[in-house]
């Protein structure tokens, strides 16, 4: 046998016979408490629906998906082109060497039956005297027709733009060239971009995408978590009438809350697992359908997507992991105050329901917040511990901030576990 926990007057046994689990009493009620609940939560269905199969499929479908739909190196957009200039060839040449779907049309066609028909996400016309426009010196006008409606007309337009601004630039240059005249004539000003980021840190395409993407994905696990389970555990069972049988034992209701807590962190902290796996794969595939033109590039690697390894490895590992756990406690200790403080199992799902709200909004919001506010966020239950992994991966050298978010998260999250424990006790002094 493998001996799993050790007490002072038993243990708690894995026999080897598959999927027979068993276990004699030991001496802490805690682990009584947790290893029933574990026990009873691997063989509901719902523990591989809620904790593995979901975050396993939904996070890439929900985050490749529309990438993989709106790429053109998966899904090119279809362009028609409608020339009737024939003077006009080089650019249409040019145009067609860019695109991987096109069509080009030497005469007039019903557009608007194109467009009924979804041939084409955009059709570019060309008129007859375009040609004899830039010829005498003067603009010349291209036609785009699109449905507002197919969200692939952006995309074509994103994709000809750059050969329409470099066909255009070199007939500025040659226009400037015949009348001896440079291009800073017709561009006074020019403009620079520099980022300004740490020393030692590196901003890539992956590192902007992480940074947003992460701490997301930090307040995901404070919201789902063990949320279902935990709701079950506290206020399905006391309107079984399961909770007051177990607390008219000689046990104290607190070691009942903290064995009950330890199992939805358990649950909890395998769930996280699961969505930093997924997140890998959603990572991967998006990288694969990304750059949006065929000429970009996007490294994939720890340091592209982590910029604060650089410059501190080992913190930047140890902080995220420290995120994914307090995140997890902290949401199950609210969980916890929402389902204790309900009568039945349906009113702890709308107590939860509030607390979920609550929570979402910072979540979906900080990611697009100015860094002037995050110094405040520090003070906002859970959203400190976005800014805390933020920090921890785009700014591991800067000390004060990261510990400040870290000791305000630990100090949450100790009142919330004090806070449920006084909800719980009110069961514990019922039940007596």
Do not use: H
Request: charged share 15%; hydrophobic share 50%.
């Amino acid at each position: 046998m493998w001996r799993l926990f050790k007490g002072s007057s038993g243990e708690v046994k894995l026999t080897r016979s598959f999927g027979k689990l068993g276990y004699t009493i030991p001496g802490r009620t805690e682990v009584i408490v947790m290893w029933k609940e574990l026990t009873e939560s691997i063989r509901d269905r719902r523990t591989m629906i809620n904790v593995f199969l979901l975050p396993a499929i939904l996070m890439p479908i929900t985050m490749a998906v529309p990438l993989f739909m709106m790429s053109p190196k998966t899904s090119p957009p279809s362009i028609v082109i409608v020339n009737l200039d024939p003077m006009a060839q080089d650019l249409v040449k040019n145009l067609t060497k860019a695109l991987a779907k096109s069509v080009v049309e030497n005469k007039e066609i019903n557009i608007s039956e194109v467009m009924a028909k979804g041939s084409a996400d955009l059709v570019v016309f060309i008129p007859r005297d375009f040609s004899e426009r830039l010829s005498a010196g003067k603009s010349a006008t291209l036609i785009y027709y699109f449905d507002p409606y197919n969200m692939k007309y952006s995309m074509a337009i994103s994709v000809i733009s750059n050969v329409i601004e470099s066909y255009s630039r070199n007939i500025l240059y040659q226009r400037l060239k015949q009348i001896n005249m440079s291009l800073e004539y017709v561009e006074p000003i020019k403009t620079e971009m520099k980022e300004v980021v740490p020393k030692g840190i590196t901003v890539s395409p992956a590192s902007v995408f992480s940074a947003m993407l992460l701490p997301i994905f930090i307040g995901i696990i404070a919201i789902s978590g063990a949320s279902s389970f935990a709701l079950d555990m506290i206020a399905g069972e006391r309107e079984r009438k399961t909770l007051e049988a177990l607390l008219s034992n000689p046990v104290g209701g607190f070691s009942v809350l903290m064995g009950k807590y330890l199992a939805m962190a358990m649950i909890a902290l395998l769930s996280a697992v699961t969505m930093i796996l997924s997140l890998g794969v959603s990572l991967v595939l998006m990288v694969a359908f990304i750059p949006f033109y065929p000429s970009e590039s996007m490294n994939f690697s720890l340091k592209d997507m982590f910029p604060g390894i650089g410059y501190n490895p080992m913190a930047v590992v140890a902080g995220i992991i420290v995120a994914v756990i307090l995140s997890a406690l902290t949401g199950n200790a609210l969980i916890t105050i929402g389902a204790s403080f309900a009568r039945s199992f349906k009113e702890a799902q709308q107590y939860v329901g509030f607390i979920t709200m609550g929570l979402i909004i910072p979540i979906i919001a900080i990611p697009y917040m100015s860094p002037s506010m995050m110094g405040a966020l520090r003070f906002v239950p859970v959203a400190n511990l976005i800014v805390f992994s933020r920090d921890i991966m785009l700014n591991p050298g800067d000390f004060l901030p990261i510990v400040e978010s870290l000791l305000l998260s630990v100090a949450y999250l100790v009142l919330f576990m004090w806070i449920s424990s006084k909800m719980f006790s009110r069961e514990t002094i019922s039940s007596s």
